[in-house]
């Protein structure tokens, strides 16, 4: 099956969309509250109907498990998210490769964006790895906000929010950037 579903958060509305081969999208809070979020998944995905909660069967059991853990992490729960699956048939491969970097940073932890250009073998792809932060269709499952600019500075975030709600993501986390102190 498919569809999308709105669900609640310590951090507000969130949405994710899926497939028969896993989460085609994840949309954090807009700034806008549930009436934005649910507009913003219409746009990005108007061939998949809204599914409520008390329509969902078992063959969106993978989506219900999704938002389980989506709502666990944004509690606090250190969970990495690798056990949901994503379908990237629309991503690039560079940026497949970078999430797939990004995806191993573990709850709690954080990298720059030039760690993860130096991993992908070229330390000058720091600013096209921020660029693929930025269009990333799956966060918190593809954690962009564990991803910094140089010097451990926030950079941008693309959720509603902005960098406000990356450095709210980290704290939930008690991230502390490459082993020091506490963001906050």
Not at 77 to 94: P, T, Y
Not at 175 to 183: D, I, Y
Request: proline share 7%; net charge neutral.
């Amino acid at each position: 099956m498919s569809g999308f579903a709105l669900f609640d958060t310590a951090i507000g509305v969130c949405a994710l969309a899926w497939g028969p081969q896993g989460l085609v999208g994840v949309q954090l809070p807009a700034d806008d509250g549930e009436p934005a979020t649910r507009l913003r998944m219409r746009r990005r995905f108007p061939e998949l109907r809204e599914q409520l909660p008390d329509e969902a069967d078992e063959s969106d059991e993978m989506a219900q498990r999704a938002i389980a853990a989506i709502q666990g992490l944004l509690q606090g729960k250190h969970d990495d998210l690798l056990h949901i699956a994503l379908d990237m048939r629309g991503v690039s491969e560079f940026h497949q490769r970078i999430y797939a970097i990004a995806r191993r940073i573990p709850p709690g932890q954080t990298r720059t964006y030039g760690d993860i250009a130096q991993e992908l073998g070229d330390k000058t792809l720091a600013r096209a790895v921020g660029q693929a932060m930025g269009l990333n269709p799956f966060a918190p499952v593809v954690p962009c906000h564990r991803v910094l600019a140089a010097g451990n500075k926030p950079g941008g975030f693309s959720a509603g929010g902005g960098a406000l709600t990356k450095l709210r993501m980290l704290g939930i986390e008690d991230a502390r950037p490459n082993g020091m102190g506490s963001l906050f």
